[in-house]
């Protein structure tokens, strides 16, 4: 295991800047910190945001870059989330969507249930394991300069893409986004498809 | 499977297959059961269809979920045993009432041999209905193609999770004896 290094970013900071250049991609935010994020960062409809289903969020990207092969989707989600649905980068990385960007913004911790540590604060290596799964591109981001590096690969490099984002553990406020599944879906729909939204 | 009740060339994978283009299916995930070998092959064969193989079966509650949100209409296929992996996964099913088609192929029921099936496939059509979804289990294969049919148009017209249990009387099983 690797000496541990100081973190120093802060995850609001983070997901500001990656949105910042959004355009017209669409995301996908795992339960729970980075849901709160993105909408700390700007409520979008281009956004759908998880409130359940832990481990689901990478797939959910994956359905959705398999679905709209001419749309860039980029998933942003935890370290605890993303560890729960490991075996997706396995899925992913045999799938091979070139539109897909996985990017976990990992604090170490699972943060909505009292800051207990994940396995990433304990050697377990996320970029890693997505490289060895088979993604195009991957890396581990840990300061302000990497963070600006790996942006281009979350939007333009041929996918799929996986980065990690060590973020400290700094308190942020809650921000909540449309909390209603039905509305998410809807309001994502209309944005995504248009008319073909309620066929 | 290597000797079963039911004749090996059985037409209901294609009626299946068939019952999927006509429902306009896209994307089609699975986790493999010997009940779903010809209908994989089929659809892995088909340069249309959208295949996508998962490591777990809730995989693909997330996988139709996202196809449905970009526009794409999905069927999921597993074995029995692989229910229990999707009850807290099929919660962004219900919450957001979107549709879901799944095919589930059973075992631990007409015949079973292995004990450590029956857990499951006793109950999963329970577990499921538990969940929320609308379940049809079909023990004759003549009845297959409607009822898949039929669940499609529920799933996506209606937005609701749809499960078909293809019952093992319709797969058949394996005779230990031979």
Not at chain 1, 9 to 25: A, E, F, K, W, Y
Not at chain 2, 24 to 33: C, E, G
Request: hydrophobic content about 45%; charged content about 20%; overall charge neutral.
């Amino acid at each position: 295991m690797a000496a541990k290094k100081k973190i120093t970013l802060n995850r609001r900071d983070v997901v500001s800047r990656i949105v910042r250049d959004r355009g017209d991609v669409l995301i996908v935010t795992g339960l729970g910190s980075t849901t709160w994020d993105a909408a700390a960062a700007g409520d979008h409809s281009n956004n759908f945001y998880l409130w359940g289903g832990m481990g689901g969020a990478a797939v959910t990207g994956l359905g959705l870059a398999r679905a709209q092969p001419d749309r860039r989707v980029i998933v942003l989600t935890g370290d605890g989330e993303m560890l729960m649905g490991i075996g997706s980068l396995a899925t992913i990385g045999v799938a091979a969507p070139k539109n897909l960007a996985v990017c976990v913004i990992d604090n170490q911790h699972y943060g909505e249930t009292g800051m207990q540590e994940t396995h990433t604060g304990h050697g377990v290596d996320l970029a890693a394991m997505a490289a060895a799964a088979g993604f195009a591109h991957t890396g581990t981001a840990w300061t302000k300069k990497d963070v600006e590096a790996v942006i281009p690969h979350l939007y333009e490099t041929e996918g799929p893409v996986f980065i990690d984002i060590k973020v400290n553990t700094d308190y942020v406020p809650m921000v909540l986004p449309l909390r209603d599944g039905t509305a998410i879906r809807g309001r994502f729909r209309e944005a995504v498809l248009g008319d073909r939204a309620h066929d | 499977m290597a000797t079963t009740k039911k004749k090996a060339a059985a037409k209901w994978p294609a009626q299946i297959f068939k019952t999927l283009k006509d429902a306009d299916i896209a994307q089609v995930s699975y986790v493999p059961d010997a009940g779903h070998a010809e209908l994989i092959k089929a659809c892995l064969a088909d340069n249309r269809i959208k295949t996508t193989r998962l490591t777990t079966e809730e995989e693909g509650i997330a996988l139709s979920l996202g196809a449905w949100l970009g526009g794409d209409r999905s069927a999921l296929l597993m074995q029995s045993s692989g229910v229990g992996n999707c009850i807290n996964m099929l919660s962004i099913i219900q919450e957001t009432r979107s549709p879901l088609l799944m095919l589930v192929t059973m075992r631990g029921e007409w015949g079973e041999f292995n004990p450590w099936q029956i857990p499951m496939g006793q109950g999963t059509a329970r577990a499921l209905e538990d969940a929320g979804m609308i379940v049809y289990h079909v023990d004759d294969a003549d009845d297959l193609a409607d009822t898949i049919y039929a669940a499609s148009q529920i799933a996506f017209n209606s937005y609701r999770p749809v499960a078909v249990l293809i019952g093992q009387k319709v797969i058949g099983f394996k005779d230990w004896r031979k």
